[in-house]
T-cell receptor, first 113, second 112 residues
Framework: KAGVTQTPRYLIKTRGQQVTLSCSPISGHRSVSWYQQTPGQGLQFLFEYFSETQRNKGNFPGRFSGRQFSNSRSEMNVSTLELGDSALYLC????????????FGDGTRLSIL | DQQVKQNSPSLSVQEGRISILNCDYTNSMFDYFLWYKKYPAEGPTFLISISSIKDKNEDGRFTVFLNKSAKHLSLHIVPSQPGDSAVYFCAASAQGTYKYIFGTGTRLKVLA
């Protein structure tokens, strides 16, 4: 059974640019969540989508946005990149009911120069 | 406000002994708790979870204990193996929020 797939694995951008990251969930999973991981900060919740609807979001500026498609694939977009956006971005999927384990992809490492 | 705290950044244990990783939370609405293991350059891997209606859940070498009155959970690994060396994250969620709050992780090193 294929796991969560995130593309690309690595990305280098410069300040002011924008970036789009992609996540394909495990087959049958309808919920996709996004997290930002920086050193010493653990995983910070960005947002969660289920059936193309955002059900919850974390405390991130509006430069961070996401969407989910009808096939449950999800994209995350960050506009006007800042140096502080350098991080590992992780995507997790689940069936979507409350209180279920999420399963993570290997992440996209974003570096801002 | 860090709602889920892992106060020990690192832990070293001898192979074959017990590893105990701790996690504290502040939000009394949390009713589902999970532990993940993370190796470098990989995403977190789900290990074990526990609902607030239980105080213990076991899966092989892994046992999670939940003390609701103390708002504390712990992960016991017995016996510890060198392959268990990784960063361990605890996470918590409240029913209906679809949002998981993670601790900052504890790096476990199992010495051969």
């Amino acid at each position: 059974k294929a796991g969560v797939t995130q593309t690309p694995r690595y990305l280098i951008k410069t300040r002011g640019q924008q970036v789009t990251l992609s996540c394909s969930p495990i087959s049958g999973h309808r919920s996709v969540s996004w997290y930002q991981q920086t050193p010493g900060q653990g995983l910070q919740f960005l947002f969660e989508y289920f059936s193309e609807t955002q059900r919850n979001k974390g405390n991130f500026p509006g430069r961070f946005s996401g969407r989910q498609f009808s096939n449950s694939r999800s994209e995350m977009n960050v506009s006007t990149l800042e140096l502080g956006d350098s991080a590992l971005y992780l995507c997790a999927s689940s069936f979507g009911a409350s209180n279920q384990p999420q399963h993570f992809g290997d992440g996209t490492r974003l570096s801002i120069l | 406000d860090q709602q889920v705290k892992q106060n020990s950044p690192s832990l070293s244990v001898q192979e074959g002994r017990i590893s105990i990783l701790n996690c504290d939370y502040t939000n009394s609405m949390f009713d589902y708790f999970l532990w993940y293991k993370k190796y470098p350059a990989e995403g977190p891997t789900f290990l074990i979870s526990i609902s607030s209606i239980k105080d213990k859940n076991e899966d092989g070498r892994f046992t999670v204990f939940l003390n609701k009155s103390a708002k504390h959970l712990s992960l016991h690994i017995v016996p510890s193996q060198p392959g268990d060396s990784a960063v361990y994250f605890c996470a918590a969620s409240a029913q209906g929020t679809y949002k998981y709050i993670f601790g900052t992780g504890t790096r476990l090193k199992v010495l051969a």
